[in-house]
């Protein structure tokens, strides 16, 4: 199993990035796929999750309105849009699978995430 992200770098507070994770090596059909970040110096903390297969969706406070996590389930591809970042918003992002029958409920939560993908910096200048 394998769960590759791209897209990070940088940009200037107000714009724009789009990161990608690429899935493979099983049929995620059974698993809750999330985004965490971890800026220097701080826990890793939720951003948003998503049901693979009913595309329900979870965001943290910090990011609603602002960030939307997507997925293409022909392609294996997981999404988040971020829009208007903020320097807090500086952060290595990673996207995780969770098997679905831990609930959606507990996606903010890192330990019940099985699989992670190797992390993509994001870094807004202010």
């Known amino acids: 199993v394998q769960l590759q992200a791209s897209g990070g770098g940088l940009v200037q507070a107000g714009g724009s990035l789009r990161l990608s994770c690429a899935v493979s090596g099983r049929s995620f059909a059974n698993y809750n796929m999330g985004w965490f970040r971890q800026a220097p110096g701080k826990e890793r903390e939720f951003v948003a999750a998503?049901?693979?297969?009913?595309?329900?969706?979870h965001y943290a406070d910090s990011v609603k309105g602002r960030f939307t996590i997507s997925r293409d389930t022909a392609s294996n591809m997981l999404y988040l849009q971020m829009n208007s970042l903020k320097h807090e918003d500086t952060a290595v992002y990673y996207c995780?699978?969770?098997?679905?029958?831990?609930?959606?409920?507990?996606?903010?939560?890192?330990?019940?995430?099985?699989?992670w993908g190797q992390g993509t910096l994001v870094t807004v200048s202010s």
């Open positions: 998503i049901s693979w297969t009913t595309g329900h969706i």
């Open positions: 995780a699978a969770m098997p679905s029958y831990r609930g959606l409920v507990y996606c903010s939560d890192k330990d019940s995430y099985d699989y």
